[in-house]
């Protein structure tokens, strides 16, 4: 299923250029258009769903295939000394774009912290 006017989905359709890392007939991996490591890619399923609350059992062989390509994808694009995979979601996530996508970042120096710890 496909929403006519999300981002990710125009993508998919290839109504929106994007520089392909992987596709098949469930996923697709392309680079960020607003890197913040040298290695940044997002995987996303073909289908849309918007959030990973929406995500059920119909969900899970693309959001495997997502983890398990996760780590070769990431050594294809340089990332050969671990990488951190990162999926937003809601407003609380600071999810951006509602169509559910991994974040896959990485390079040859260390990332720095997750996220801030609270005192």
């Not at 969900?59 to 990162?86: C, N, T, V």
């Amino acid at each position: 299923m496909s929403d006519p006017n999300c981002l990710f989905c125009k993508i998919v359709r290839g109504e929106i250029p994007a520089k392909k890392v992987y596709e098949d007939d469930e996923v697709l991996a392309f680079h960020d258009i607003r890197p913040v490591a040298p290695v940044h890619f997002l995987i996303i399923p073909k289908a849309h769903v918007a959030t990973l609350y929406e995500t059920g059992e119909a969900h899970r062989p693309a959001l495997g295939k997502m983890l398990a390509l996760a780590g070769e994808l990431a050594r294809q694009q340089g990332a050969a000394d671990g990488f951190r995979s990162i999926i937003n979601t809601g407003r609380v996530g600071l999810q951006e774009v509602y169509h559910v996508h991994m974040h896959v970042v990485g390079g040859p120096d260390p990332l720095g912290p997750m996220i801030l710890r609270r005192k």
